[in-house]
Nanobody, 120 residues
Framework: QVQLVESGGGLVQAGGSLRLSCAAS????????MGWYRQAPGQQRELVAA???????NFADSVKGRFTISRDNARKTVYLQMNSLKPEDTAVYYCNARIYTLRYGVGDYWGQGTQVTVSS
């Protein structure tokens, strides 16, 4: 069984920074793409940033220049560094990973979510 465990959310003032972490564990053979999504109240879940196993990343237009994504393949961990935070960044942030296991093949896995609140 695969688990994604997130940490690092919280309350921050506008202009501040937070760093989210997401560690994968379980019967993992390969982790392909990893990423972060967010969902604000009453809105659909949206992609924030994603990174391939080779390190290629892409970002939502709304966070370009403010957020960076990185991963440590040895630790099976993905990070989201969020700088210059704005109130509109307030949302529950979810980690996502495409993982290959021997039992189930390739599947998309999600973390439990971590709340990020940016006060004005």
């Amino acid at each position: 069984q695969v688990q994604l465990v997130e940490s690092g959310g919280g309350l921050v003032q506008a202009g501040g920074s937070l760093r989210l972490s997401c560690a994968a564990s379980g019967s993992i053979v390969i982790i392909n793409d990893m990423g972060w999504y967010r969902q604000a109240p009453g809105q659909q879940r949206e992609l924030v940033a994603a990174i391939t196993s080779g390190g290629t990343s892409n970002f939502a237009d709304s966070v370009k220049g403010r957020f960076t994504i990185s991963r440590d393949n040895a630790r099976k961990t993905v990070y989201l560094q969020m700088n210059s935070l704005k109130p509109e960044d307030t949302a529950v942030y979810y980690c996502n990973a495409r993982i290959y296991t021997l039992r189930y093949g390739v599947g998309d896995y999600w973390g439990q979510g971590t709340q990020v609140t940016v006060s004005s």
